[in-house]
């Protein structure tokens, strides 16, 4: 029997959001487990400039990136939708271990499955260094 990820394709406008809202409250977990279970088993990622197939390198890619990315906080927006495909924004602030924080800034590309898994994520990543002061994601 397959996982079923509702909401479910075809999207509305209403079912996009709560897609995109689930998978910001799911990445702010810092679970790499956890995400990973909204991607299918074979789930194709590009992130940067690294590609990544299936749920064992998600996770791992995951936990090493919460490992650099410390206190990660995650904000996303919709910003298109057809009957299976979200586009989204985002950004996130972190430090590293010497306490520089940055806002990362991006757009990902999502497309899903009938039972509501991502089978592709795409995701374009820009990173500015900021001031601890300048943080606007608690």
């Known amino acids: 029997m397959t996982d079923k990820r509702p909401p479910l394709p075809p999207f509305t406008a209403e079912t ?16 790499p487990e956890r995400v990973s279970l909204a991607y299918t088993e074979d789930s194709e990622w590009r992130n940067r400039d690294t590609f990544l197939r299936g749920r064992a390198e998600i996770v ?11 206190d ?3 904000r996303k927006e919709l910003w298109a939708f057809t009957d299976s495909r979200i586009a989204v924004r985002f ?3 972190w ?11 991006g757009n990902e590309n999502w497309e899903f499955d009938e ?7 795409y995701a374009s ?3 500015l260094a900021i001031a601890a002061d300048e943080r606007r994601i608690a």
Do not use: C, P, T
Request: charged content about 45%; glycine content about 2%.
């Open 16 to 31: 996009a959001l709560r897609k995109v809202k689930a998978a910001e409250d799911a990445w702010n977990s810092r679970d």
């Open 60 to 70: 791992e890619f995951l936990r090493d990136k919460w490992q650099r990315e410390l």
């Open 72 to 74: 990660y906080r995650l």
């Open 91 to 93: 950004e996130y602030e």
């Open 95 to 105: 430090h590293n271990d010497e306490d520089q924080w940055f806002r990362s800034y």
């Open 115 to 121: 039972n509501g898994l991502m089978r592709r994520r």
């Open 125 to 127: 990543i820009n990173d």
